[in-house]
């Protein structure tokens, strides 16, 4: 069994077809992370014997005859802030150093019905806070093209274990870019669906007008799979929907996918764009043609503000978020106070790292008496601006073609002294959650950056609830 | 611009405690973002509804039932950092 070759659909025809079993598959992905996780760092928790445990099980049901569901036995890395029951999950932070998940998500305890095998959970930027997985608490993850590059973040950990071959795919949450940006720094497809379509209960909220997991893969049929698995609405989530429920069920046909118009945002093509992701842009642009897809350029005059947006919005409900942390009820590491307020100040000043104590108080100072209207309902009121761009441009077109990151992986330790300038890594990302929409990371190839070759992808972003478009006409990119 | 002052209540209204190269690295961050979003004011939002986010603003109704099945009560409590007889222990709150 060549681990390279594997994808989510192969594994599920060699195991129904008995070529090889699902304890040898998880067996051969805990060799591999042994072999190479101790330069990558992809993992924070490993769960190997949980793993070799599940995968006899579907052994089991393959030995009585039994069917397998698409996820049976697909060795997964998730990411450290998703729960899984009796497995700690600490968002890479010291707060949760200790904390261990009393419950199963509702994506996990989806993918366990379908019988998939958790490898471990993934190192992220502390409690998703960042584009590098460089904030995390306990290490950083390298790029696997590059070591001395960051993975991206903040799903560092889950790209990089995909990538690397110590997952055959992976869940992380993306909420200004965390899926898409580390999928294209690590060459692998990355999807953010439409929010609302996957449930959070059970994901540590970061910003939760914006949070939504998706999946990490090596092709965009094993992202549909993948997303069709964990998606469906949960009474635990308020926010979530039914999506197979009418208007919003949408499934085209192929021939339907071919007829579909790209639209080719003004806006994203601007300067300081790196030649290699231009490139790679370009000929992404160039197969699709080929292909027979028609193009158009669309204007979404709004774009430069999206980063001012969401560096107001995300911050102002990450500090009311993180409120819960308080030293009472998830963790206390520093119990000698005398006082209940000693005891919150401590803590938090005790759990929480750089980037998380920053985005607090930008987020508290936002949303204060005085501020309140100059930023936090300005930024929302600029935020409806950008939606409806979106909405006048997608009755000209169906998707949007742009790139993912402005460059691809850069040095470790390169943006860490400057936060404005690590959060311009996000420019490309930021709009899509903003408005709403899914979108997708394809990688395109590697190119020639400096001395080395690093991956370079491209993005598609569709109609709300139009995953199907964007996965529909990725699936024909990959097999062209 | 932002004051230490102005950072020292932030910081008192997060109940983080910082300290004093702290308040200074953060006073000159929070300042480089506060200068960054001085772009929206060339926005013009006069008759434009703030948006809060979501797919399909809808109410989500559920039946007045017991729900704590899934995660069960001892888990819950088992998770607390100090505990006893199934009660989450916290410092005075009075003195």
């Known amino acids: ?99 261990v998940a009393a419950y199963d998500a509702t994506v996990i305890e989806k993918l366990k019905f379908e019988h998939a095998v958790f490898l471990g959970k993934t190192n ?17 993850t390298k790029n696997p093209h590059d070591t001395s590059r960051v993975a991206g973040g903040s799903s560092g950990g889950s790209a990089a274990a995909v990538a690397a071959g110590m997952a055959l795919a992976g869940l992380g ?51 549909k799979i993948l997303f069709h698995a964990i998606k469906g609405k949960d009474v635990h989530d308020a926010t979530s929907i039914d999506v197979v429920m009418k208007p919003f069920h949408y499934a085209p046909k192929t021939e339907d996918i071919k007829k579909l118009k790209i639209g080719i945002p003004k806006e994203y093509f601007i300067e300081g764009i790196d030649p290699a992701v231009t490139k790679g842009v370009e000929e992404a642009i160039t197969k699709l043609k080929k292909l027979g897809f028609t193009f158009k350029e669309v204007s979404l005059p709004h774009t430069k503000y999206a980063l001012s947006v969401y560096y107001i919005i995300m911050p102002a409900e990450v500090s009311t978020n993180l409120a819960r942390l308080d030293g009472i009820r998830y963790a206390r590491d520093v119990k000698d106070v005398k006082k209940l307020n000693e005891l919150y100040v401590k803590n938090r000043a005790h759990g929480f790292g750089p980037e998380t104590r920053r985005r607090v108080l930008l987020g508290t100072f936002v949303l204060s008496s005085g501020y309140y209207d100059a930023y936090y309902t300005k930024a929302q009121k600029v935020r409806r601006l950008i939606k409806q761009d979106f909405d006048e441009a997608f009755k000209e077109v169906d998707v949007i073609l742009s790139p993912v990151t402005p460059t691809p992986a850069f040095k470790i330790g390169e943006k860490t002294s400057d936060p404005l300038s690590m959060y311009l890594s996000d420019i490309f990302t930021i709009p899509a959650p903003l408005a709403g929409i899914p979108a997708i990371s394809i990688p395109v190839k590697k190119y020639t950056v400096g001395s080395g070759e690093l991956p370079v992808a491209f993005q598609l972003m569709g109609k709300h609830f139009h995953e199907a478009d964007i996965l529909g006409i990725g699936e024909m990119y990959e097999k062209e | 611009m932002i004051s230490r002052e102005e950072v020292r209540h932030l910081a008192s209204l997060s109940r983080i405690e910082l300290t004093a190269a702290e308040e200074e690295k953060l006073r000159h961050d929070l300042g480089a973002m506060l200068d960054h979003f001085e772009e929206l004011k060339e926005v013009n939002t006069d008759n434009v509804e703030p948006l809060a ?43």
């Open chain 1, 1 to 99: 069994m060549d681990l390279k070759k594997l994808t989510i659909s192969s594994l599920h025809e060699g195991l129904v077809a008995k070529d090889f079993s699902a304890r040898e598959v998880a067996q051969e992905y805990v060799k591999a992370i042994d072999a190479r996780d101790g330069e990558v760092g992809a993992y924070l928790t490993r769960m190997s014997d949980a793993a070799l445990a599940a995968a006899a099980e579907v052994d089991a049901v393959v030995a009585a005859g039994g069917e397998l569901a698409p996820l049976a036995g697909v060795p997964l890395a998730v990411k450290d802030n998703m729960l899984i029951k009796g497995v700690t999950a600490t968002s890479a932070s010291k707060m949760l150093e200790h904390y």
């Open chain 1, 124 to 140: 992220l930027d502390e409690f998703a806070m960042g584009s590098s997985t460089e904030n995390s608490a306990y290490h950083v």
């Open chain 1, 173 to 223: 949450s993306d909420t200004g870019g965390s899926i898409r940006q580390p999928a294209a720094f690590c060459g692998v497809v990355g999807m953010k669906p439409t929010y609302g379509t996957v449930s959070r209960f059970g994901l540590t909220a970061m910003a939760s007008s914006l949070d939504q997991i998706g999946p990490f893969t090596k092709t965009v049929e094993d992202a």
């Open chain 2, 53 to 95: 986010g979501g797919s399909i603003l809808a109410n989500q109704f559920r039946n007045d039932e017991d729900s704590t099945n899934r995660i069960g009560n001892d888990a819950a409590v088992g998770a607390f950092p100090e505990g006893a007889s199934g009660l989450l222990k916290v410092p005075p709150v009075f003195e």
